[in-house]
């Protein structure tokens, strides 16, 4: 039996179990690996990036349910909810991180933004990126998060390179003002300890942060805002080895991942360019660094998950569903989707997830178009009956790359941004539009 032809059962016994349960013992002494973000034990070092628009508790639900079938037995939990191994918070498969928010929605209590960041009870972690560019504004959705237990760890969003953003100095043109990085981390780490104690929480929240390797290749950051967050007291780093001005062209220059892995002591999260569960290893093995983070290899494949566990267990194994299987996987999807949002807005959000599940597979041009403007779950079921369920798994031909990719652009940054590190007076005013229509990236 496949492992997608798993996946819908595992989602029934886990909607039937109940939630904290403690699974002390549970885990065999192999786990692949010894990382950790601060109190939270991560023995399969993989993280789903945050994706704007993509990683809802949906989506999360349906890589993490993969990642899990694909660990050990004596490694995987039975129950649902968080797993405490030896009063650890433990992430089994790794960690599952949710959309960007913006901080001045979370603190405005914005309700959409506020849905986000409620994520599914099922999780084993709760991560949330928050991304922001003032730094009482983020402490303050920091303490949000903290003090109503929304949250086990938070990361900071320093990598998006849309013009709109980086135009006011937000995303990845904001650790070139070095003094303002410090300020948003070290803002952030005060107000989840003070809250973490207000709270009485049982164990801290960490902060930790994703970036990018500068604005251009005359302006990288990466080393020094490693420096800068690790005596602001972050808990890691996850890089993603592209400049803003790379965009998603070209390809992630693994090598400066090792580069930083030498030059600080933060436990490393190499990002870019991974697409087979082989891939990740290749980077922990050339790079040195401490986990990887997954993004536009996943899109419309939750199941690369199970592969990317195996192989951090050493194992080769490949899910390689037929469309039938695929199939199964978008229902559950627009199913989930449904359930989280209503079925409106979440079959809307599911076309986008049809267009990356069917890539590769002798779907018609005509079905492929009637499916992309479907409007209910119905009209879905009936949609997807029409296509050949046997048609075979296409093959290598949908395990390269996906997702955005384009042409380098020159970085849109505010007048005279490169001319010193430190912000100025006139700068910091600008930044005060840097979290209108953020959108991720
Ligand atoms: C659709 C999309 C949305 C993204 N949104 C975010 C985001 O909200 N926060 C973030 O830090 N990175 C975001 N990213 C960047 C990814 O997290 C990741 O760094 C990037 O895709 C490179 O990893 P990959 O090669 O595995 O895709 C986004 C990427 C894509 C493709």
Known sequence: MSLLTVIPAQIKQIADSCHNTDVTDQFSPLAPSQLSIGPIAVPTPVVLAPMAGVTNASFRYLCRKSGESALPENFAPTVDGPVIHDGVLTAPAGLFVTEMVTTRALVERNEKTLSMVRTDPTERVRSIQLYGVEPDTVAHAVRILVLEDLADHIDLNFGCPVPKVTRKGGGAALPWKRDLLKDIVTAAVKASEKAERDANRERPVPVTIKTRLGIDTDHLTYLDCATIVEGAGAAAMALHARTAAQHYSGHADWSTIGVLKEHCSLPILGNGDIWMGSDAVEMMRQTGCDGVVVGRGCQGRP?????????????????????????????????????????????????????????????????????????SLEELDTLLSRLDADAPYPGSTVEGPRGRAGTPKRPHLPEGWLDSPYLNAEEQAGLADAEHDVSGG
Do not use: C, S
């Open 303 to 375: 199941w690369l998950f199970a592969d990317l566990v195996a192989a951090m267990f050493g194992h080769e194994q490949r899910v390689a569903p037929n469309l039938g299987e695929v199939i199964t996987t978008i229902q559950e999807h627009g199913r989930l989707l449904a359930d989280e949002m209503g079925e409106d807005r979440g079959v809307r959000d599911l076309r986008k997830h049809i267009g990356w599940y069917l890539k590769g597979y002798p779907v018609g041009g005509a079905a492929r178009a009637e499916l992309m403007k479907v409007t």
